[in-house]
């Protein structure tokens, strides 16, 4: 079965502080991981797509990786507008279906 | 441009209304997409339109009925919800093809069902 699960399920930074979340995946074969910002009541804003293992992005102050098994999403001295939740999805051959994670819920204080 | 726009931005509906959600995109994407999402929880799947044509629902009651009258727009009729139904409801769009796979998202519409 597809499967995405991120970890921590929460996270508190203070201004600064670098870190790492995670995202681990199990799937039939992977067409896409994808990573999204999303802020209360908004919707899930795009960041990056990786389509194979040892693939890097990079945007501003996050680096997204990619493995065979997961993919970390960096965050490089944060600042309090990085606070937000960051999804993982997946999306499998065959299926316009995205499998997503439950979420991080970065927090970043001054 | 990535924009995909959604109305309204807020919908108070009672259990016995119909009313329907809006959504547009013009950068010539292949699918839409309807997703359901509670509080502190991932957007849910609802039901997914290729070429116009639906391809995927996710088994959705049917007092959600979805319409895509042509390639840029993407209807949500709404017919006698029930409280539980209350949630944000996003809709996204895809290129989905020749190696680009992300979805776009809308902002959403706040559904409350009294």
């Known amino acids: 079965e597809d499967q995405v699960t991120q970890s921590p399920e929460a996270l508190r930074l203070q201004e600064g502080e670098s870190s790492s979340l995670n995202c681990s995946y199990t799937?039939?074969?992977?067409?896409?991981l994808f990573w999204y910002r999303q802020d209360p009541g908004k919707g899930p804003e795009f960041l990056f797509t990786?389509?194979?293992a040892g693939e890097e992005k990079e945007k501003e102050r996050l680096k997204a990786t990619l493995t065979k098994k997961e993919s970390f999403l960096h965050i490089t001295a944060p600042k309090p507008e990085d606070s937000a939740t960051y999804l993982c999805a997946v999306l499998p051959y065959n299926t316009d279906k995205l499998i997503f994670g439950t979420g991080t819920r970065l927090q970043v204080f001054p | 441009d990535t924009e995909v726009t959604q109305t309204p931005k807020h919908l108070v509906m009672g259990m016995t209304n119909k009313k329907s959600l809006k959504c547009e995109q013009h950068?010539?994407?292949?699918?839409m997409y309807w997703y359901k999402q509670k509080a502190k929880k991932p957007p849910e799947l609802m039901f997914v339109y290729s070429y116009e044509k639906l391809s995927i629902n996710e088994s959705v009651p049917s007092r959600f009925s979805p319409e895509c009258p042509n390639s840029s727009l993407l209807n949500l009729h709404l017919h006698a919800l029930q409280p539980e139904d209350s949630a944000l409801y996003l809709c996204?769009?895809?290129?989905?093809?020749?190696?680009?796979?992300?979805?776009?998202f809308g902002p959403g519409t706040r559904l409350t069902v009294t």
């Open positions: 799937v039939s074969g992977l067409r896409g």
């Open positions: 950068m010539g994407h292949r699918a």
């Open positions: 990786l389509y194979s």
């Open positions: 996204a769009s895809s290129p989905g093809l020749d190696g680009s796979y992300e979805q776009y």
